[in-house]
């Protein structure tokens, strides 16, 4: 019986090992996560593709990172792999022995003579005659014995297989993680530039487990299956080698049948990953940009481009499920033809060949062979894994191990003694290595001495952030060298030669952490009085000694808790604590108020002293004091010189110069006349006094400046706070709720199943039929049980010829399940493949829909942030597929077996039948636990790695940062101390692991010792026939390991459910400000009359700090309202409220005299256009980038190009080689801070809209393009309402209302000319920036 159950064992197991494999392709731990894989040379075409399939590393390379320790760990584990798969080989043969015993000790006869008594049903016991020499219950137990000491040995040795493996497999992939993201860290930028960011953070977590996968047990469970086959077919030819050869006559076409399936799969699987990794894309780029993509209601748009992605993935995923299945049906057909032909062959050798075949050598050759065979198709699947590791480990180890032209990491090259800082660029020519057929400097020649200050002026895009680039070695020069001190910068050290480098650049980044801690990654062992210091002198001390939490408030993701210029300000302390030699500031104040430009000038102009410093900088009046100024005109530098010599020569200089100071007040010439007077200006104009100066107009009663009212003006300030902040519990109560993830877990509501199915009723069809066909499958194995018990039984006819007529119609009997079987494995397939896919997409779909619908608070929380949203989007769509259809057929199979095998065993023999089902809970048990565990330590600690993939996104997408502040090690430390949790666990469950896989490989072996001795037992005394024992144990032998499967699956079930509570979740929540809103009133007529009534307002995520305080401002129809004011004031909040990114918690903004509350959502967004501070482009073509701003579907050529020429963009669109088809990289990384503002503003033209919202739309431009885009902005503004905020105040001289906002409310209003002539605050700000 042993070898019944065994014989059954394997395929039952290859059909474990392929379903929960393809199971296993439903199920996180493969699939979902890889799916934001794919690299960009596999997007792009087929040819590249199949290359990418042959890229592998060898099996050896697969270690390349294994230790001595690994090494020996992995040695044990291979030699008890070997060792315990010749287990079941052995137990065969004490079964084929334990066969011939009752053969030699005559009881043979006796039994035919049971079965004859039992075949006429004559229950009469008393015939039962036994005789022989043999003690049948004696020999019984000790084969027992042999059971029990195989078990006990398989136990062992299976448990320190895997530990041991799993143990190497943890170190060598924790390892290989931290290897990969250093080396990503340290690459040169080029590389950056021709990398998807999307794919790197996917390798890192995706390819890393599929290698740990493959490295794994993997490995030790082939070896142990490869040593069962070995040892299978050699007791099959030592016992047998006709009957031998003609069972394995059929392993080639099995083999072949494998190769086929597992080729195909693999290519699936690939394009699977890359049709996901192309959506991963969209919707990572989507969510970064979700501002821009609400305000241009683009969210059609980008659920179309999303689906159109997933539809390829799908359409994959359903040919992938249809191969997997032909290909188990065609294997099972064959197996149950090689049963049909065994058994035949089999029966004429005990005839022709009497001496050397009886029927135990039958059974032996017979089992030993098949289990052979079988265990080299369930290795298949770990060869399977381990062919995916090595797939991707090839990436994976490129990266590592690519050659590093610029590396921050090396310690080779110069590190100078003492930087004394000139600098000198000589004959450069340069082109980004992704557009080489652009050139961006064409010769270069510039010279800096040490300790002076050098600007560089010229329109966007003629090459000087390129220059600065190349000092910081991003790049390399084609032609030419960069020195300083006299060396050639490649031949310095490059970390130490960044350590010298303090960079401010135009766009700042931040990391979402605490303000102290993004001012120490300018230098790690700075002090905090070092922090105060360096805030201070970049003036941003006061307004964070202003925040509740001072300098431990975090600024949120890429810093977008805080306002433009504040954000600015940081930067410049992060630079100034580095106390570095060489000082680059690239448009450093362009995000800057006036009154805080001419603080921070000052602090910049204090911190250039005695340092090299290169600004660049589109506002001329920052750079007049710089001790030479270089003209830049098409990547060379024309002229330079001092202000003065410039200004004189009348060139580049002059011309720009003439263009800002054009339209400027007069003022302008006094003060440049007299120098001195500038300079005691600036320092005597300081925040404070300002203050006061407002208190003034604010609180008439205040007689003069004294340092009282400046302290009660900071006390009614607070005062204001604490009555807002009842106001705004409400809402941070509400935020409370969502603001602590790990609770949020917990408190996921409950799904119903019902729901859960629901969203696959479309395919309800095709389940039904899935469930039909899983309801026959189940059958099978049942009634194979019966056909192989008669087949044995018949070995006992005497009758020659009778035996021969038994065995030919039991053979064939054989063959018809098989073609039962194919063809019910591809009606699964195809029928739980179509509503799986299904449901994925629709639910991926039904997700990504219910995120663009959220308000804008939603993802400024830390809990959503973009990289958890990706994952969840990746992953949780792909796990409840696991709950519906093929679970369905799962269970269906399951119970259908059951219910079959167990009829069948009691019909046959009740007393053995139900000692077979009391061992059954312990069979179940055994591989509930194995599926279980192995659940548990596939599907990683996925919280901690969340954490991981946080700290990896934001360090490789703010990479430039993270490089120019040569933090590529804090950030290395901080991604390795968050993986040390899931390391320590990993190592931990290894154990575990073993000891359940253990006890899953022998519990076997000490059944069958049970059922053999009570079987031997009911035979003696006359209560069974031989041939029923075989049948009863064989079918209920079956249905438990079918059971024990399927239950594995439940940690599937489980993940599954998680899942879908927290989709459902996300698609029950109601956005506050709901974008798909239908609701609202649309206006026949819109004019444009804007106003704030008493608007209050506090950022969901900070409910403490109000950031309006009853702010009260109206524009008319066709009116230009300029904002200005101090950073962090809420002028650009104010523009948020009027796009409805967020709602007043008081008061009530009104449009065309109607609270915006009650209208349109989409309509009130279709009639404004936005040009933001940091303008967001999409990684298209820029004619898409601007068409994106369009209301109407469909925007002609020309249009788009009326809207680019308003833009003034247009001519250098056409200078480009594909012109309006560029694409403009991630972000629009392959654009100039200037030309990414002008697309922007004609993506806003384009679409013609009743109100503009200008925040800072010129702020990047240079000072020639922002002459003509101001053109463009002043003609585009005619007969539209029009709010601009800006901190240069020559752009809104002309605003017919210009409002002062301080603390969140307006402090005074009125035309330039009145504000000036009040001379109050507006009257301040114009004189500092003009003395500047």
């Known amino acids: 019986m042993a070898v019944k159950e065994d014989l059954e064992d394997p395929p039952k197991n290859k059909y474990i090992s392929d379903d929960p494999h393809q199971n296993g392709y439903d199920n996180p731990a493969f699939e979902p996560d890889k799916n934001q894989n794919g690299t960009v040379e596999r997007c792009e075409n087929t040819d590249i593709k199949d290359k990418e399939k042959k890229s592998m590393v060898g099996m050896v390379q697969l270690l390349a990172f294994a230790d001595t320790w690994d090494i020996i760990l992995i040695v044990i584990g291979l030699l008890c792999a070997l060792a315990c798969g010749t287990g079941l080989p052995i137990m065969i043969i004490v079964f084929g022995q334990m066969t011939d015993a009752f053969v030699q000790s005559g009881k043979y006869h006796i039994f035919i003579t049971i079965i004859i008594l039992k075949c006429a049903n004559t229950t009469n016991q008393t015939d039962c005659a036994f005789s022989g020499s043999i003690d049948i219950e004696a020999e019984m137990t000790k084969y027992s014995y042999y059971y029990v000491a195989i078990g006990c040995a398989v136990f062992v040795l299976s448990l320190i297989q895997v530990w041991t493996f799993l143990l190497a497999a943890t170190r060598q992939s924790h390892r290989i993680r931290q290897k990969f993201f250093k080396a990503v860290l340290h690459q040169e930028m080029a590389w950056f530039d021709s990398n998807q960011i999307g794919t790197l953070n996917t390798r890192l977590t995706e390819d890393i487990n599929t290698i740990h996968e493959g490295l794994g047990d993997k490995i030790c469970i082939f070896a142990q299956y490869l040593s069962t086959f070995i040892a299978g077919i050699v007791i099959g030819f030592i016992n047998g080698w006709k009957l031998t050869l003609v069972i394995l006559s059929v392993s080639p076409l099995l ?154 990491s090396s310690e080779e090259g110069y590190k100078l003694e003492r930087l004394v800082g000139s600098i000198e660029f000589k004959n450069i020519h340069f082109s980004y290595p992704t557009r080489p057929d652009i050139p961006i400097l064409k010769g270069l020649n510039l010279k800096v001495e040490a300790g002076k200050t050098i600007a560089l002026v010229g329109s966007s895009g003629c090459g000087k952030s390129t220059t600065i680039q190349l000092l910081q070695r991003f790049y390399d020069p084609l032609v030419g060298e960069v020195t300083v001190d006299g060396h050639d910068i490649r031949t310095l050290n490059v970390k130490w030669l960044r350590e010298n480098i303090g960079v401010v650049s135009q766009e700042p980044i931040l990391f979402g952490t605490t303000i102290k801690e993004n001012i120490r990654y300018g230098r790690e062992d700075v002090t905090d009085d070092e922090i105060e210091k360096a805030s201070k002198e970049a003036n941003a001390y006061d307004f964070i000694s202003k925040l509740p939490d001072t300098f431990d408030t975090m600024v949120g993701e890429r810093g977008a808790q805080l306002s433009g210029g504040q954000k600015q300000r940081i930067a410049i302390a992060r630079a100034l604590v580095r106390n570095p030699k060489i000082l680059l500031l690239d448009e450093a104040t362009s995000a800057l108020d006036t009154q805080s430009e001419s603080i921070v000038q000052a602090a910049l102009d204090k911190a250039r002293s005695g340092r090299t410093t290169i600004v660049i900088a589109h506002r001329l009046s920052t750079i007049r004091t710089a001790d030479v100024i270089a003209g830049f005109y098409n990547g060379v530098v024309v002229e330079q010189g001092s202000h003065n010599d410039l200004m004189n020569k009348q060139g580049v200089y002059y011309s720009l110069v003439m263009l800002q100071n054009h339209g400027e007040n007069k003022e302008d010439e006094e003060n440049e006349e007299d120098g001195d007077e500038e300079e005691e200006d600036g320092e005597e104009f300081d925040y404070d006094d300002d203050k006061v100066n407002i208190l003034q107009e604010i609180v008439p009663d205040v007689p003069e400046f004294t340092v009282e009212t400046i302290r009660n003006n900071s006390l009614r300030g607070q005062s204001i706070k604490r009555k807002s902040k009842r106001s705004s519990k409400k809402k941070s109560k509400s935020k409370a709720r969502t603001a602590k993830p790990k609770e949020v877990e917990e408190d996921i509501p409950d799904v119903p199943l019902s729901r859960i199915f629901a969203l696959n009723s479309p395919e309800a069809f095709y389940i039904i039929i899935g469930v039909i066909a899983a309801a026959v499958c189940g059958g099978i194995y049942p009634t194979f049980a019966v056909i192989f018990g008669k087949v044995i039984g018949a070995f006992s006819e005497n009758d020659l010829d009778k035996r021969s007529q038994k065995t030919i119609l039991l053979s064939l009997m054989f063959f018809v399940l098989g ?506 700000l114009v004189n500092s920036q003009v003395s500047n």
């Open 819 to 1324: 073609v039962i079987s194919l063809i019910v494995y591809v009606v699964m397939g195809f029928a739980f493949g179509i509503s799986g896919e299904n449901l994925t997409m629709r639910l991926r779909s039904m997700s990504f829909k219910a995120l663009l619908r959220q308000e804008i608070g939603f993802f400024d929380d830390h809990a959503n942030a973009v990289g958890v949203l990706l994952t969840r989007l990746a992953t949780d769509a792909s796990q409840v597929k696991g709950a519906t259809g093929s679970r369905l057929g799962l269970i269906t199979m399951t119970i259908c077996t059951l219910l079959a095998a167990i009829i069948i065993a009691f019909v046959h023999g009740w007393q053995l039948t139900l000692l077979i089902l009391a061992c059954i809970p312990f069979l179940i048990g055994a591989n509930f636990i194995r599926m279980k565990s192995m659940a548990g330590h596939a599907s990683k600690d996925q919280k901690s790695l969340e954490e991981a993939g946080r700290i990896s996104t934001e360090a490789v997408e703010n990479i430039r940062t993270v490089v120019s502040l040569t933090r590529e090690d804090a950030f290395y430390e901080k991604y390795d101390a968050s993986l040390e949790g899931p390391y320590r666990d990993a190592l931990s469950k290894a154990l575990i692991y073993g000891i359940t896989y253990g006890i899953s490989q022998s519990i076997n072996f000490f059944v069958n010792a049970a059922v053999f001795r009570f079987g031997a037992w009911l035979i003696a005394h006359c209560y069974m026939g031989f041939e029923n024992v075989f049948i009863v144990f064989s079918a209920v032998i079956f249905a438990a390991m079918n059971v024990g499967q399927s239950t594995s699956l439940a940690p599937d079930f489980g993940k599954a459910r998680v899942s879908a509570k927290r989709i459902m979740k996300l698609l029950d929540r109601t956005p506050q400000i709901d974008s798909y809103s239908e609701d609202g009133d649309i206006l026949s007529t819109f004019e444009g009359n804007l106003e704030f009534k008493d608007v209050r307002f506090v950022y969901p995520t900070r409910p403490k700090v109000t950031v309006l305080q009853g702010l009260n401002v109206k524009v008319s129809k066709g009116q230009t309202l300029a904002l200005v004011g101090s950073s962090g004031c809420g002028k650009s909040t104010s523009v948020q409220l009027l796009e409805r990114f967020y709602d007043p918690l008081a008061g009530q903004v009104f449009a065309d005299g109607i609270d915006t509350k009650l209208l349109n959502l989409k309509w009130l967004r279709s009639q404004m256009g936005i040009v933001s501070q940091e303008p967001m482009l999409f990684d298209c073509s820029i004619a898409e980038n601007i068409q994106y701003g369009s209301t109407r579907g469909n925007v002609t050529q020309e249009e788009i190009e009326n809207a680019a020429k308003a833009a003034n963009i247009h001519t250098f669109i056409e200078n480009l080689p594909n012109k309006y088809n560029t694409r403009v990289g991630d972000k629009g990384a392959q654009l100039s801070g200037g030309q990414k503002q002008r697309i922007a503003i004609a993506r806003a033209l384009v679409r013609q809209p009743k109100v503009l919202l200008l925040d800072e739309a010129t702020s990047a431009l240079d000072t020639e393009s922002e002459k003509v885009v101001q053109k463009a902005l002043d003609f585009a503004r005619q007969g539209r309402t029009c709010v601009v905020i800006a901190h240069r105040l020559t752009t809104i001289q002309n605003a017919d209302i210009i409002a002062v906002i301080q603390n969140g409310r307006v402090i005074e209003q009125g035309t330039h000319g009145q504000l000036l002539a009040k001379q109050g605050a507006y009257y301040a």
């Open 255 to 408: 083999a072949a049948s494998a190769m086929v399936w597992s080729k195909l799969l693999a290519t699936f699987t690939t394009k699977e990953l890359s049709a996901y990794a192309k959506a991963g894309a969209v919707a990572e780029e989507i969510l970064t940009a979700i501002r821009t993509v609400v305000a241009f209601n683009g969210q059609e748009k980008a659920l179309a481009k999303y689906n159109a992605n997933l539809e390829d993935a799908k359409r994959v995923g359903i040919k992938k499920s249809i191969t997997t299945n032909i290909s188990m049906g065609v294997s099972q057909f064959f197996i149950f033809g090689a049963y049909a032909l065994a058994f035949w062959y089999g029966t004429k050798l005990t005839l022709d060949e009497k001496d050397t075949y009886s029927i135990g050598k039958v059974l032996i050759v017979f089992f030993s062979v098949l289990i052979g065979t079988f265990s080299l198709g369930q290795a298949a699947p770990n060869l399977e894994s381990i062919a995916n590791a090595r797939g991707a480990a090839y990436e994976v180890f490129k990266i590592i191990n690519q050659h590093r032209p610029i590396d921050s």
